[in-house]
Each structure stands twice: as structure tokens, then as C-alpha cells.
């Protein structure tokens, strides 16, 4: 329970930014389960975080999307590197919108080169990386060095970096989570923050070891 | 008190500005304009060798084998004035364009009463026209005409403690009279100004004319200054001699100018908030491109990448001739990052990132989406983001009439073509590329369509949620056939 204090000092941040009120109306909806952003706390910043799901319809893409609303609610910007241009836009809603940049890609080589310069860049501090729909082909094509790489370059910012994929293949990763829901047709009939309460997923060794690290 | 800057060589300094390094090299200016082409100006390594003004092109090359040869260039001479009277304009509120590499100066009101605080006065203002490759000379007087007199003898500058004595044996010839006048003082032996200035201005009338009296006068009286204000365009121009094929010397060209132009705008304490790109090309055409800065900069390698990014993806039908970059200026910005303000750190950097993954991807592949205000399925725009600084939106209303989903859907882009059995009117069975089997479940059929209004445009599906035993997706029948829309994930 926050102190008085605590609770003084939002009261006044509240009158003072009018958009944050927003946000903290909209937070009591929430209140009765667990935070939507099921990852958050346990993804690596600065380090490449790796979301694997093997099967078709695990909950990959109700993931990202319940990371994208998490993100906007805190007003942060980020981008989606969609490797085979299938992010579903219009589920979305317009403060989400506005707070993404999508890249549309259709192969994995060319995420890969959109992923690296926004690395580059530095200025987003969330970056997905999704090649769960691309080809294993393309995948295989994809040296290990490439993620190594990719950890360097996102070490030096406070960014996060999630690759969705199709199976574990990122060496360097940080933190790994894999998808073991497989939903079912009633469960088109939830909403999202259930679906994402009800997803189960493990995080492998080095991943809940990273985790540990950075809550520490 | 007045003071004169003077630009010698004036057309001579404007064709080498962009080439500093020829300024110590044997070069000559020619006037290709003539109709017998001459050399107007040559440098002083030319002059050693005996390259005089004058002489064609050819009896220059033969005299001095290793002089380079420039015509006169209108853009950069235009380009150096507006430069002498941009940096003349931070000194003196009160400008005068004189002449072509003239500019005089009233420094009434200036605290230049001792010739100490003058030359002070002169070597910054020298010195920062030096920034532009411009060697000046600056003259004080106590009228304009004394004081442009003054800076044709400065090295570089002169402060005329007694004008009397300055002018007293100084050749006539500096007054620049007509042919005819010089050619009749000289018969008389009048040789100084000091000789001139004793004859008086009655018999100077009476035997030459009103137009030898003007001429003392320029010197004795002080005259109005014909005011200008400096021009708020910064711009930098060049007529290329020779084609040019290849963006890597347009990049060298445009290197030097970014330079040139940040220190135009820094020397008036501003920055360069857009950048116009023009491009004169062999054919005719023009090709014109704006470039937006996200926050405004002088800082030379932004500017410089911002173009590099985009001139390395350009391709034009003919070679460029002639180049214009144009600055606009604008105010330095000032942010101070929020406590919940996700602001980007470096606009500009991102400005540069986002045209590369355009380049990369395709200028409507990279951006933020925006629902059209339609219900046909997956109808949107990609628009440029606004991330900068200040506009980051603020968090917006959820949509009213927003279709609440729980599961997201991987959309197929296209559809992909399907082969469906129906029993009933729910799919059975489904084979395509991606999905294929029997159907376990089924929810449907969801029968929407529009823009039946429009001719064209109408559409009309039907579309059902289907589990196999490799997962959920979307199908639809239309008129065109059945196809998987995306797998729900």
C-alpha cells in the first residue's frame, strides 16, 4: 500500500499532466488480475529478449499486442519490424497507432536490416522483431553471428529487443520465453488480457537467470 | 565615422570560394561571356608569371603552363555579395551595397572613436568574412568616399588619422575619373589628387566639366548611404563548367556548401531549420527536394548525412549542371525532456533512420498506420510518424465503436487463395498453402460488405472462424473465390 505521500504526490502529478489522469482512470478496469504485460518484468533492457512460438496460434501475436498496449498507456514509442508483413493493424487503437512505427518487411533478410538500424539508431526504446510467419529458409539463412551482433549493438541503449520466432534460434538472446498455449476456437470469445493471463509459457535457464539479474 | 570593406578581385575571390585551395595556385578569371573571351582577373602566383588582365586565355596559357583557367560565375558572385553584406549587416545596422565587393558601413553610434577600438573592430569583421573564404580590406574615413580609398590602400585595414595628408599625394588615377579627364590632367601636369583639390572646384568646372567637379566631391562632402537590408535568403549556387555524373562529386560540392551555409546562419545566431535542395539538370528539368530538419542544426555532419541518404537513392534521367542549396533558418530548438514524456533523443538521427528503412523498404512500408474511416478489412494508410519532441501525442480515447478481439490475427497479405468444402454452410475441409486439413470447429458465417455505392468498389464476404488441427484462422468466401485471411495468434 503507497504512503500518504506517495499518494499526495500523484493526486498533484495527476492535476498537473491531465493525459496521465487519463491513464490512471483508465488502470481500476485492471485492479482485480494481474498486470497484462506479462513479460515486462522479466525482459532484459538492453539486451535481446526472445519470444519463441513453435505451433500456429499460441498467443505470439496476443502477446505483442498486450506489449504495444503496455507500452502506449506509458506513452512510450516504439517499433514493430514485421518480417512478413502480417501485424494486424486495425486491431489496434489510435493512441497505439500512434505511438508505433511499423516496418513492413517480406523476408527476414530485410527485418534483419531494419532491425539493425533501428538498433543503430537508438531512439526507440521497444523493438520487435517479428519473423514468427517467415519461412524456415529464410530463417536458417540468418548466421548466428547476426544476433551477436544485434546484442552488441542494443547493449549500449536501454532499450528492450523482443524477436518473436518460430522455434529458440537466438543464440545470443538474454532472456527466452517459450509459448506452450494452444488456443482453441472458444477462446475467440475472451478478451485480450484474459487470453494473456491464460497463456502459459517457460522461460529457459539463461533467460529466468537474466531476469533474475536485472530485477536484482 | 564611415568604414568601406573591400573584397579585392572581387569576381576572382567569388569563382575560387568554393575552391580555396587554387587561391595560392597560378589561376586566371575568364569572362567566357565576351565575345572575345579574356582574362578578367588573374591571382597574384598568376600575376609572378606575367598573366596580366586582358590577355586571352590561350597567351596566358603561354606564359604561365601550369595556370587554371575559371570563367566568371554569376551564382557565386551573387553568393559572395549576399555573404559580404550578411556579415557587414552583424557589425553595422546601417549597410550600404557600393559596389560589387563594396560594402560601406555608418558606424554612428559604434564605439569607435579611438583607431585601437577600430582595428579591433575591422579584424573581426575580417575575420569572420575570412570563415567564407573572402579576404577583405577595411577603410575609416570620415566620409564614404575617403574611407573607400582608405580600404584600396589598406593591408588590411587603415584608419585615416589626416585625411588631408592621405589624399595629398595620392594619384589622381584613384578617383577612377573617365579616360578623357585623366588624359587632360595629365597634359597639365596634374598628377595628385592634392594638385586637383588646388585648382579649385570653379576653374575644375569651368575647364572639365560638372562630372570632374562630382568626382572631388566624393571626397570632400559626406553623402547619404543608400540603405539596404542584407537578404534573409541563405543560399549557396554553383554553375558546374563540366557535367556532372556522379553523385560522389555532387556530394563534394554539397559538403563544402552545408559548410559555408551553417557558418552564414551561425554568424547571425541561427540555424538551419529546412534545407531545399535544387538540381539543374541537361534535359531542362529541375529536380527540387525539400529536406525537413526534425530539430533544427547547424551541426554539419547531420546535414550533410540527410543528404547523402537521399542523393545515394537518386537516380535523374540527365547529368546536373547547376546546384542550389538553400537554407531556411529557424531558431535553435530548446526541450527539456518530461518526467512522462517519451520523447526521441535525437530527432535528426531518427529523421536519417526512417528515410534509410525507407529506401529499404519501401516509402509506404515504413511508418506509423492509420485506420481508414472505412470497414472494409485491413484498410489503412501509413502516414510519417510524429515522434519528435513535443508532439508526441497525448494518449487518445479508446475507439467507441472498436470491435473488441481478443485473440490477434496474423493477416495473410494477399489472402491466400483457398480451396474449401462446404458441408452445409460451414466449411469442412481446407487446402492451401499455409492450412490444410479437416475443420474441427467452426463459428460463422459473418456476412459483411460495402462501398456498394461506389462504382468499383463494392465488396461482399462472408467469413468464418475455423480450428484444424494446426490452429485457428480466418477464412472468407467471396465473389472471387475463398481465401485464408490470417491465422489467429
Known amino acids: 500500500m503507497p504512503s500518504l505521500k506517495v499518494i499526495q504526490l500523484r493526486q498533484a502529478l495527476a492535476e498537473k499532466f491531465p493525459g496521465m489522469r487519463m491513464r490512471l482512470e483508465a488502470k481500476p478496469a485492471r485492479e482485480s488480475g494481474p498486470e ?11 539486451a535481446l529478449n526472445e519470444l519463441s512460438a513453435g505451433r500456429e496460434s499460441t498467443g505470439s ?14 506513452n512510450q514509442i516504439m517499433a514493430a519490424v514485421d518480417g512478413f508483413d502480417s501485424l494486424d493493424v486495425s486491431a489496434l487503437e489510435p493512441a497505439e497507432l500512434a505511438r508505433l512505427l511499423w516496418i513492413r518487411c517480406r523476408d527476414a533478410e530485410t527485418a534483419l536490416k531494419a532491425a539493425d538500424l533501428l538498433l543503430r539508431d537508438g531512439n526507440l526504446p521497444l523493438i520487435f522483431l517479428d519473423l514468427k510467419l517467415n519461412p524456415e529458409a529464410q530463417l536458417r539463412k540468418i548466421p548466428a553471428t547476426t544476433w551477436y551482433r544485434f546484442q552488441r549493438l542494443v547493449e549500449t541503449t536501454s532499450a528492450i529487443c523482443l524477436a518473436i520466432t518460430p522455434r529458440p534460434m537466438i543464440p545470443a538472446a538474454r532472456a527466452r520465453f517459450v509459448l506452450k498455449t494452444s488456443f482453441a476456437l472458444r477462446d475467440l470469445e475472451r478478451d485480450a488480457p484474459e487470453l494473456v493471463d491464460a ?8 533467460g529466468q537467470r537474466n531476469a533474475n539479474l536485472h530485477s536484482a | 565615422m564611415f ?40 591571382t597574384a602566383a598568376a600575376r609572378r608569371q606575367g598573366v596580366e588582365a586582358g590577355m586571352t586565355p590561350s597567351q596566358a596559357a603561354a606564359r604561365c603552363p601550369g595556370l587554371a583557367v575559371r570563367n566568371r560565375n554569376a551564382a557565386q558572385e551573387l553568393c559572395a555579395a549576399e555573404i559580404l553584406l550578411q556579415t557587414a549587416f552583424a557589425f553595422s545596422p546601417n549597410i550600404e ?4 565587393g563594396v560594402c560601406t558601413l555608418d558606424l554612428t553610434g559604434l564605439p569607435l572613436q579611438t583607431e585601437a577600438a577600430a582595428r579591433a ?83 575644375i568646372a569651368a575647364r572639365l566639366g560638372q562630372e570632374a567637379v562630382q568626382l572631388l566631391e566624393t571626397i570632400e562632402t559626406r553623402r547619404p548611404l543608400k540603405l539596404v537590408s542584407p537578404p534573409v535568403e541563405f543560399a549557396e549556387r554553383m554553375d558546374f563548367e563540366r557535367e556532372i555524373e556522379t553523385t560522389e562529386a555532387l556530394l563534394f560540392v554539397l559538403n563544402r556548401f552545408i559548410g559555408q551555409l551553417a557558418l552564414r546562419l551561425d554568424a547571425v545566431y541561427l540555424v538551419v531549420a529546412e534545407l531545399h535542395l535544387r538540381l539543374a539538370l541537361a534535359s531542362g528539368d529541375h529536380y527540387e527536394r525539400v529536406f525537413k530538419i526534425p530539430s533544427p542544426t547547424n551541426n554539419l555532419q547531420i546535414l550533410f548525412r540527410m543528404l547523402q541518404t537521399h542523393l545515394e537513392t537518386l537516380r535523374a534521367d540527365s547529368p546536373v ?11 535553435a530548438g530548446r526541450h527539456q525532456f518530461g518526467l512522462f514524456e517519451a520523447a526521441l533523443r535525437d530527432p535528426n538521427q531518427f529523421a536519417e533512420t526512417l528515410a534509410r528503412l525507407s529506401v529499404l523498404c519501401g516509402p509506404d512500408n515504413a511508418g506509423s498506420p492509420q485506420l481508414s474511416a472505412s470497414l472494409r478489412p485491413d484498410s489503412f494508410r501509413m502516414a510519417a510518424p510524429e515522434f519528435s519532441s513535443g508532439k508526441t501525442p497525448l494518449p487518445v480515447a479508446p475507439r467507441e465503436n472498436s470491435i473488441r478481439q481478443g485473440l490477434q490475427l496474423r493477416r495473410f497479405r494477399p489472402p491466400l487463395a483457398a480451396h474449401v468444402e462446404f458441408r452445409g454452410n460451414q466449411p469442412a475441409l481446407i487446402h492451401s498453402q499455409r492450412c490444410r486439413g479437416p475443420v474441427v470447429a467452426t463459428q460463422g458465417p459473418f456476412a459483411s460488405s460495402g462501398d456498394w455505392w461506389e462504382p468499383g468498389r463494392s465488396w461482399a464476404r462472408e467469413e468464418w472462424d475455423v480450428q484444424t488441427e494446426a490452429g485457428l484462422y480466418r477464412v472468407f468466401r467471396s465473389p472471387e473465390g475463398c481465401f485464408v485471411e490470417g491465422v489467429y495468434d
Open chain 2, 3 to 42: 568604414a568601406v570593406v573591400q573584397l579585392p578581385d572581387f569576381f576572382l575571390q567569388a569563382a575560387l570560394r568554393p575552391e580555396p585551395e587554387l587561391r595560392g595556385q597560378a589561376v586566371a578569371l575568364v569572362d567566357a561571356r565576351l565575345a572575345k573571351p579574356v582574362v578578367v582577373e588573374p
Open chain 1, 199 to 206: 497463456a502459459s509459457w517457460e522461460a529457459d535457464a539463461l
Open chain 2, 321 to 331: 549542371t547547376a546546384l542550389e542549396l538553400r537554407a531556411e533558418p529557424g531558431k
Open chain 1, 61 to 74: 501475436a496476443t502477446m505483442m499486442r498486450a506489449l504495444i498496449a503496455h507500452a502506449a498507456a506509458r
Open chain 2, 97 to 100: 551595397s557600393t559596389a560589387p
Open chain 1, 36 to 46: 497484462p504485460d506479462l513479460f515486462q518484468n522479466c525482459l532484459v533492457k538492453g
Open chain 2, 121 to 203: 573592430w575591422a579584424a573581426k569583421l575580417l575575420g569572420a568574412l575570412a570563415r567564407f573564404n573572402l579576404d577583405a580590406r577595411a577603410g575609416f574615413g570620415p566620409n564614404p568616399g575617403l574611407a573607400w580609398l582608405a580600404a584600396r590602400a589598406a593591408a588590411p585595414a587603415l584608419w585615416l588619422a589626416d585625411p588631408k595628408k592621405f589624399i595629398f599625394d595620392m594619384p589622381v588615377s584613384a578617383l577612377r575619373p573617365p579616360m578623357e579627364i585623366l588624359q587632360a590632367l595629365d597634359l597639365w601636369g596634374v598628377q595628385t589628387i592634392g594638385n586637383f583639390a588646388a585648382l579649385g572646384k570653379d576653374q
